[in-house]
């Protein structure tokens, strides 16, 4: 039966195990998201300044991520996290502890909002495992890949590892799992090149790069 809560001492790891049992594809969906981030940063000969998380569950990505940021060559990376579960944040500080506090930066967003990435600093990479799904729908998935093209520098990596097929019990109507196709042409559409992917059973890891030939509105409000 699926975890819905975190309570008790081990909940987030519980709750994390529950979905690595039920959907045993993630471990090579993430292990793409990292292989990923790994050959972009050797393509472009840089270490990542910052690197953005959507939805951070237990932070077992991101722990890797940063794990392979720091075997780039440059110092000084940073990785912003978001999420809507203040347990999981809670969760997320204590796991990732043993980095420099100035380099993690955890903030408590609801990816529905559609002003969700109103102030948040710029980004050279932006990833997200199993999460976009759980948003409401085409609407949100579209203003998640605006708020992207918006906050990626030019020449920046958007990975986003998510369901590409539809469940049974998925309302037809409200959609929230959508094909590989519909991702690469919102992505397109908002200045995206070098779309690809893999596919790892339900899930597929979908990486496309920031064109450094088209600019996106940037919406001003800092932090
Ligand atoms: C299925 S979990 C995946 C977590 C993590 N990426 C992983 O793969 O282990 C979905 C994540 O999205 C977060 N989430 C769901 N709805 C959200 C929302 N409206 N705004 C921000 N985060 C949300 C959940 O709290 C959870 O961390």
């Given amino acids: 039966m699926a975890l819905s809560d975190f309570t008790g001492p081990t909940g987030v790891d519980d709750w994390s195990a529950d979905l690595d049992r039920r959907w045993p594809e993630r471990g090579a969906a993430a292990r793409a998201v990292v292989a990923r981030i790994a050959a972009w940063a050797v393509e472009q000969n840089v270490r990542p300044a910052r690197a953005l998380e959507l939805g951070i569950g237990a932070c077992h990505l991101s722990a890797a991520v940063l794990d392979v940021i720091d075997q780039c060559p440059v110092v000084g990376a940073g990785y912003t996290g978001l999420d809507i579960e203040p347990r999981l944040l809670d969760h997320g500080r204590s796991r990732l502890s043993h980095h420099d506090p100035a380099r993690i930066d955890l903030h408590q967003v609801d990816l529905n909002d ?8 710029p980004v050279d990479v932006t990833f997200s495992l199993q999460s976009i799904h759980d948003l409401a729908g085409y609407q949100a998935l579209q203003n998640i890949y605006q ?4 906050l990626l520098r030019p020449g920046g990596l958007l990975i986003n590892a998510d369901f590409v097929e539809a ?10 799992r959508f094909p590989v196709s519909t991702h690469e042409d919102l992505l397109t559409a908002r ?14 890891c979908m990486s496309a790069i ?3 030939r088209f600019p996106v509105a940037v919406r001003s409000c800092p932090l």
Avoid: C, I, T, Y
């Fill in 167 to 176: 469940f049974p019990q998925d309302d037809p109507q409200k959609p929230r």
């Fill in 210 to 212: 920031r064109s450094a």
């Fill in 147 to 150: 708020g992207l093209a918006e």
């Fill in 114 to 121: 559609s002003n969700w990435s109103v102030g948040l600093p």
């Fill in 191 to 204: 200045g995206f090149s070098q779309f690809s992917h893999s596919r790892h059973g339900k899930l597929a």
